[in-house]
């Protein structure tokens, strides 16, 4: 397969936001060498070679700390791309996993040392094939001793349907769940409304259930020149806006942020990482909010040691 996305971009602005002093990128991806680290035969799209090194080099061009390394489908189960990343990373990197019920105990007690903290669970069809949700609910239960977490990827709409298995891993398991990209809610529809509005309830009702409030790029329908009329809500992504400044303001303590790079499967236009640094304090507008946001959230997640 040839690789059916576009490229990073090549040389991102510096961003006129200064993050805070130890901030983490909690949504990253490293791709390949594929010559050393090949993608996954059942995979459903192809990337371009995204390395650890330039995901290093981007962290400290764009002011970051440290980096959250998040296993995309298109390496499958086959961590090892992400664990070189993590176990090259001087401790400043962290990773989140995708693994099959025949994972064994010694592969996620290595897994740990390597520093992964989290499985991630994909409900997107046209990125994954269907995994019965008691597989799903095993794996859960396996590595919940360990003291990781589960991120979920998957659409707005499908989260009724999701809804009793979210709360079963979030309350029964007492495991934290982290939403990717605020659940992908269709940001055509009003932020007030009883689509996002269930999202808002999911995380009202569990405590146990986070959100990355990333990936505007992915989100937007106005795009990144905002065109949209002008006044308060222009510039870029501006109709992801009220949505993510709603999460980041209900629930400031469980928010997490990642630049998404090398923003995997992105059709239409490819960001300037700069300028999604600089989206930042349009959704987290005071220095409080940008510190639990990039900082706190992410460390208590990632670093507990730490704190
Ligand atoms: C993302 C988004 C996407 C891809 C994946 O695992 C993946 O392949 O997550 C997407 O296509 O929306 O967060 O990287």
Redesign the pocket.
Known sequence: MDPDWLPFHPNPSKPAFKVPAGAVDA?C?VFGPAAQFPFAPERKYTPCDASKGQLFALRDFLGFSRNVVVQ???HGNDNRAMVDALVNSQGKARGVASVGRDVTDDVLQAMHMAGVRGVRF?F?KR?VDFTPKEVLLEIAGRIAPLGWHVVV?FEAQDLPELWDFFTAVSDNLATTVVV??MGRPDVAKPVDGPEFGLFLKLMREHPNVWSKVS?PE?LSKSGPTGEDGGGALSGPYSDVVPFAKRIVEAFPDRVLWGT?WPH??LKGHMPDDGKLVDFLPRIAVTPELQRKLLVDNPMRLYWPEEN
Do not use: F, M, S, W
Request: glycine share 0%; proline share 6%.
């Open positions: 949504h991806h995309a489908t298109c994909n997107l990125l990827y990717d990209h990936c992915r998404d995997p499967n």
